[in-house]
């Protein structure tokens, strides 16, 4: 069963007491990212994985919102990249 892509979410909990992280995912990219991170998984689906963060595991997750540039700050990066150009 497919999950919509409206529905698909990552929920990423650090646990004090534990001193993992716990991840549990419907969003088939971070399935295929954190399988390989995996230490003890309580479920994998096709649709779905959960489970604790292996000890080995050194990446990082990354929770920012990207920027939207007005097109004023558009110009600008790009008068600037020109003038480092041209040096």
Known sequence: MKIPRSEQETIVIYDVEVGKWHIDTT????????????????????????????????????TRKRKTLTGEERQRVREQLRKGQKQ
């Open 27 to 62: 969003y088939p990219p971070h399935i295929r990212k954190y399988t390989p991170a995996m230490g003890e998984i309580e479920e994998k689906t096709e649709d779905r994985l959960a489970g604790w963060i292996s000890d080995e595991f050194s990446g990082s997750f990354m």
